[in-house]
């Protein structure tokens, strides 16, 4: 079981930068590709934000946030993180981190743990 933890959110102006962090247990953490979703206010579902493999050798990204967010991993410190640049007021959501065992890796149901969540919010 892999139990996953993320800080790094809070209040920023458009156009600012936040840094996400998800820690992640477990001795299997390499093991997992690793995904950010977001849930915006009002919105049921959550939405695919970036998702990394195994190494780390392959990224995936929205459309919305490609050019602007990056995803990476440091599986010797069990630890996945997006730098979020370029911040719009449509970024703000709750980011969740998510592990999975493999498949579809922009669909939120392909994901076997997820954290709590952290909330981003960006003001105009």
């Known amino acids: 079981q892999v139990q996953l933890v993320e800080s790094g959110g809070g209040l920023v102006q458009d156009g600012g930068s936040l840094r996400l962090s998800c820690a992640a247990s477990?001795?299997?953490?390499?093991?997992?590709?690793m995904g950010w979703f977001q849930q915006a206010p009002g919105n049921l579902e959550r939405e695919f934000v970036a998702?990394?493999?195994?190494?780390?050798?392959?990224?995936y990204y929205a459309n919305s946030v490609k050019g602007r967010f990056t995803i990476s991993r440091d599986n010797a410190k069990n630890m996945v993180y997006l730098q979020m640049n370029s911040l719009k007021v449509a970024d703000t959501a709750v980011y969740y981190c998510?592990?999975?065992?493999?498949?579809?890796?922009?669909?939120?149901?392909?994901?076997?743990?997820w954290g709590q969540g952290t909330r981003v919010t960006v003001s105009s």
């Open positions: 477990g001795r299997t953490f390499s093991s997992y590709a």
């Open positions: 998702a990394i493999t195994r190494s780390g050798g392959t990224t």
């Open positions: 998510a592990a999975s065992r493999g498949g579809q890796l922009d669909h939120p149901r392909k994901y076997d743990y």
